[in-house]
């Protein structure tokens, strides 16, 4: 069962009917509404329509039978100053007969003439003197009075005459069919419309849910990672609006997925290159200790055994100082390549001083002029902090040296404001950056920038061929966290 969020302004009953109508569709929702709306229409107007043309009707008839009692009394007036009760029964009759023919459109039920006593002298047709009949009110002085039957199937209009009381019954039967045959035809004016409006609504509901259908069909595909899934535009009002902006959030989604499938394959490309790297490196380091380290470890060993068996006092000083050259040469190897895995001058005296030694030594190393510019690394920064600084700077001055060609490299590494930011600048022979992301050539810049990314930074490469090249790495750092 679809459950639905608690409303405040709902009462509960609103509450209960919403959590079943809300879970119809939307096309049953605007069916129902239409089909609704012209059936409530409809009996509101059957309704009224009834009310009013009966009553209409109705005043007709005790107008017709007021006319008709009148034209009654002065002929019977006329007849029974000559004649007798049987000549007013044949009046009555002829009557009864001329005023119920079609032509007059009433229903004479009865004529009758009773006494001042309420005795009848003289009825035709079916009168009933005890049936309970009730008063219409009628204007002050009128001649007549109207009536109509407990059931509401007669009228009946009395007028006083010389010899008693007139009593003319109209039957509300014509009235009532007229009524019914109105109501009948408003009736099927309504079924019509209901299925006018059917097919409206039908159309109406197929034109607003076909492309809502294919929203929530693309929707689904998009959520199965279906990213090429596009939802056509259908007209240009607000769901065809919805429809561009679906579009347009699936190509982003798209182009999101992409990327960052991009930046998976360059990390994987990174650490595979970091891995070689390494087991290269450790290549390097054992070729190191085997050929000269471990070289020179065996010749202080040779000469230990030939300073054992030397017999002459006099040549011990001379391979004494042969046997301290071969350990200084030694320890100095060893420093160095301990100083090529993990300078010790960057944990002891911080990332100034160590950004100052390896230019120094980078310069003496390859002959390239470089320039150092430092500002605001008076305080340490955290130990993880200052050696990515510190490889982003080794690693860019490595790039400079195996593809610049450069003459001149400029580096700032400075902290203004909250930001750390490092500019390697050369004047080489500088390269497309579009095109070295494309071809993943350079594993240098992307080292750059996942070691900028580990802290929320950036890498900008400003360059072009031949105009040498500009990288400008931001890392996002408060100064409130450097620690003295």
């Not at 019977?76 to 023919?101: A, N, P």
């Not at 039957?149 to 109209?170: C, I, P, Q, W």
């Not at 930001?419 to 950056?433: A, C, L, Q, S, W």
């Amino acid at each position: 069962m679809t459950h639905i969020q608690h409303n405040p302004f709902l009462s509960r009953a609103g509450q209960f009917f919403w959590r079943y109508a809300g879970a119809v569709s939307v096309r049953v929702k605007v069916l129902g509404i239409v089909l609704g709306v012209i059936i409530l229409l409809g009996i509101f107007i059957i309704v009224q329509m009834r009310a009013v043309l009966t009553s209409v009707l109705l005043w007709d008839l005790g107008q017709q039978g007021i006319a008709i009692t009148r034209n009654i009394v002065l002929e019977t007036d006329t007849i029974m100053q000559d004649g007798t009760i049987d000549d007013l029964g044949e009046l009555f009759s002829e009557r009864r007969e001329h005023f119920s023919s079609p032509s007059h459109n009433t229903q004479v039920d009865y004529i009758a003439l009773t006494g001042p006593d309420g005795a009848v002298l003289l009825a035709e047709g079916l009168y009933d003197p005890a049936e309970t009949l009730i008063s219409i009110a009628q204007p002050e002085g009128s001649s007549h009075e109207l009536f109509v039957s407990s059931d509401e199937t007669v009228t009946e209009v009395r007028e006083g005459t010389a010899y008693g009381t007139l009593h003319v019954g109209l039957s509300q039967l014509l009235v009532h069919q007229t009524v019914d045959q109105a109501s009948f035809n408003i009736f099927s004016v309504t079924i019509v419309m209901v299925a006018v409006g059917f097919a409206a609504a039908f159309l109406l509901t197929w034109v607003l849910t076909r492309p809502l259908t294919d929203l929530v069909a693309a929707a689904s595909a998009v959520e199965r990672g279906d990213l090429e899934r596009t939802v056509p535009r259908w007209a240009d009002d607000e769901i065809g609006e919805l429809a561009t902006a679906f579009n347009a959030m699936t190509a982003s989604l798209k182009r999101a997925d992409e990327e960052r499938g991009e930046r998976e394959r360059l990390r994987e490309q990174y650490i595979s290159g970091i891995i070689d790297a390494q087991e290269n490196e450790r290549q390097r380091i054992a070729r190191e200790l085997h050929d000269s380290t471990s070289q020179s470890l065996t010749s202080l060993l040779v000469g230990l055994q030939n300073l054992h068996g030397t017999r002459s006092p006099d040549e011990l000083p001379a391979r004494i100082e042969t046997l301290r050259g071969i350990v200084a040469h030694t320890l100095d190897e060893v420093r160095q390549l301990s100083w090529q895995l993990r300078p010790s001058i960057l944990d002891d005296l911080g990332l100034k001083s160590a950004l100052a030694h390896h230019i120094e030594s980078a310069q003496a190393q390859y002959g390239l002029p470089v320039d150092l510019v430092i500002q605001g690394l008076d305080d340490r920064l955290p130990a993880a902090l200052e050696t990515t600084v510190y490889r982003i700077v080794q690693e860019s001055l490595t790039n400079v040296v195996r593809y610049a060609k450069a003459t001149a490299v400029s580096v700032f590494v400075g902290v203004r404001g909250e930001t750390i930011r490092v500019i390697v600048e050369d004047n080489g022979v500088g390269f497309d950056p579009a095109a070295v992301q494309r071809e993943k050539k350079s594993l240098g810049l992307q080292g750059i920038r996942e070691r900028a990314g580990l802290f929320g930074g950036t890498l900008t490469i400003e360059s072009s061929p031949g105009a040498g090249a500009t990288l400008v790495i931001e890392i996002p750092y408060p100064t409130e966290q450097a620690v003295s």
